[in-house]
């Protein structure tokens, strides 16, 4: 299966120009499998964007999904989302025919952006079934707790997806976390970052990535607006885990 990453900056003084430029690079994929985007694409963390974009969710979905009807792929990214009182930051997978199949709301808020003051924080962590995949999906901080990633681990997951807006200034802790995260959970592991406007001042880190059950890289993307692809393989999570049996020698009664 092809797993695209979309690395996009985001215009926050104009977010209709941030889902038309994701809509357009939908619309030129090939090859079917899963785009994946950078977490708040549209709004970015402005306050204003936030709101605004939390009572315009479905607008949102709308977009994305008549995109990945058009290329015929499944894509998977967040937007705030308010509903009975509350605010989240929802990620939200598509499938090819632009239906919404499964979402996960943010657990872990970044206090160092307030993000505990814009949304609130989600409760749930489940794995769901994507053709011969097990998918979890995290969002950026929560990239710092492996006990949720672990979770959907033990939930089946062999496939993890993590959108993200992580700072330039820790580009290496964002880099060295998702090895880690790879390789601890024998999965693969996708993250895509928000993109810098500029690769002389960047602000976000991008390296988007895509990382084998072995820690293997198979596709990076640089610091600004950029793209990659690459092919993933569920036979070699499947024997990885054979070669390695993490799984069956994990001390449960302990930990």
């Known amino acids: ?45 402005d306050k204003g964007n936030i709101e605004y974009w939390g009572n315009r969710w ?22 705030p989302v308010s509903e009975k009182g509350k605010r989240f930051n929802r990620a939200i997978f598509i499938n090819e025919e632009g239906t919404l199949i499964s979402t996960y709301d943010k657990i872990h808020l970044f206090r160092l952006m307030d993000e505990d003051k814009y949304f609130s924080q989600g409760s749930n962590l489940e794995t769901f079934p994507y053709e011969e995949w097990t998918v979890g999906i995290n969002i950026c901080y929560d990239l710092r707790f492996p ?6 681990y033990k939930k089946g997951a062999n496939l993890i997806i993590l959108p993200a807006a992580w700072p330039h200034a820790r580009t290496d802790v964002f880099k060295k976390l998702c090895f880690a995260r790879a390789i601890e959970n024998q999965c693969y592991f996708i993250t895509c970052n928000r993109a810098s406007h500029s690769e002389s001042k960047p602000t976000y880190a991008g390296n988007s990535m895509i990382i084998a059950p072995d820690g293997e890289l198979l596709a990076e993307c640089g610091v600004d607006e950029d793209y990659a692809t690459a092919e993933i393989n569920l036979e070699k999570v499947v024997e990885y885990r054979k070669q390695i049996t993490c799984i069956e020698d994990r001390r449960d009664d302990i930990y």
């Open 58 to 79: 479905q607008h949102a979905v709308y977009e994305i999904s008549e995109a990945a009807k058009s290329a015929k792929v499944s894509v998977i990214f967040t937007t």
């Open 1 to 45: 299966m092809k797993i695209h990453l979309i690395q996009t900056a985001v215009d926050e003084k104009n977010t209709e120009s941030n889902i038309e430029n994701a809509a357009a690079k939908i619309k030129g994929l090939k090859g079917g499998g899963i785009a994946v985007l950078p977490e708040l694409f549209i709004s970015g963390y």
């Open 147 to 152: 006990e949720g990633i672990r979770a959907l």
